[in-house]
């Protein structure tokens, strides 16, 4: 699976930036999905997951919840970010992950960048104050 990020830019505080994650393959429905981000100097981070489509569970970090909303669309092997009321906090390279399911991982569990076997190439978002 090779997945490709787009969507990142410069956006003041407040604002929104939808990122899109394009991804090859015919199997794209049985993927787990995951953003994560890294701010310069810093570790990366989980932001949010969503469970292959059967299963349909979403997943956030405390620091997004109720301002991130992740979702996919199977028809165009796309996984979104929408992202509002951004921060400048939020600023960083943002990576889209793909993974293969376990029967055995709950949605929580998806939260490790240790399960995601594709990584895409990154985008960046700045958010100005």
């Known amino acids: 699976v090779q997945l490709q990020a787009s969507g990142g830019g410069l956006v003041h505080s407040g604002g929104s930036l939808r990122l899109s994650c394009a991804a090859s393959?015919?199997?794209?429905?049985?993927?787990?999905l995951g953003w994560f981000r890294q701010a310069p100097g810093k570790e990366r981070d989980f932001v949010a997951a969503?469970?292959?489509?059967?299963?349909?569970?979403?997943y956030y970090a405390e620091s997004v919840k109720g301002r991130f909303t992740i979702s996919r669309d199977n028809a165009k092997n796309t996984v979104y970010l929408q992202m509002n009321s951004l921060k400048p906090e939020d600023t960083a390279v943002y990576y889209c992950?793909?993974?293969?399911?376990?029967?055995?991982?709950?949605?929580?569990?998806?939260?490790?960048?240790?399960?995601?076997?594709?990584w895409g190439q990154g985008t960046l978002v700045t958010v100005s104050s």
């Open positions: 393959g015919r199997t794209f429905s049985t993927y787990a």
């Open positions: 992950a793909a993974a293969n399911p376990r029967s055995s991982y709950g949605i929580s569990d998806y939260s490790s960048s240790g399960k995601y076997n594709y």
């Open positions: 969503i469970t292959p489509s059967w299963i349909g569970t979403t």
